[in-house]
């Protein structure tokens, strides 16, 4: 078989495995509010504001969508501490994964100054909200030092156990728990990473060859 149509495969085999986002509307901008604002989000009230997240925690005022510029942030995030600041409230979504799979969680935590910082907790479900714990932190904050506007991005791994993984936040402290840009992405095989680097390799050979050949 051609060295380089092995290679394309090897390419095609390992890019996209990094690149899907499992996580739909990640960054919580699906449903626009006004910039500057902040909207409570109840699951009897207003269902939709969220797409693809369900919400927990207390019956009113569950969780908050937060405009762009609110308390400095440069776009829409959610605070799991909603408008009452009552523990626990926050946000869940699940998705389809593969057993034994190795897998990327990537989310950032927003501090709206020092004076304005909450924890956010974050756990990882095998099956549902309810189901065995693959993965757990709490008390995540943002990056005060930086003022209003500090986002922390934080970045773990998890092996699933189940062809479901549900990925949840929760307020750990008030007042200000936000989160944003949640992604999870499934982490290529060390083999099959090698495959697409050996084949890069082959690829730039090839090329090299072929200049010199018309530079004769």
Known sequence: MNRLFVAAIAISIA????????????GFEQHQIANNTWAAVNATTNPTFLPSWTYFGASNHNVALTGAGYLGQSSQQVDVSGGSDTVPSGIFQSITTVVGQLYQLTFQVFTGGTSLTGGVNMNV????????????????????????????????????????????FSMFSRPVSQIDNISVQAVPEP??????FAAAGLFARRRMKGAARLAV
């Open 125 to 168: 479900y095998s099956g549902g909200i309810n189901g065995a714990s693959l993965l757990g932190a709490s008390n995540l904050q943002g990056n005060a030092v930086n003022g209003p506007g500090g986002l922390k991005t934080f970045t773990y791994g998890f092996v699933a156990t189940g062809t479901t993984t549900t990925v949840a």
């Open 191 to 196: 083999i099959t990473m090698g495959l697409g």
């Open 15 to 26: 890019a996209p495995a990094s690149a899907l986002n499992l996580i739909q509307n990640g």
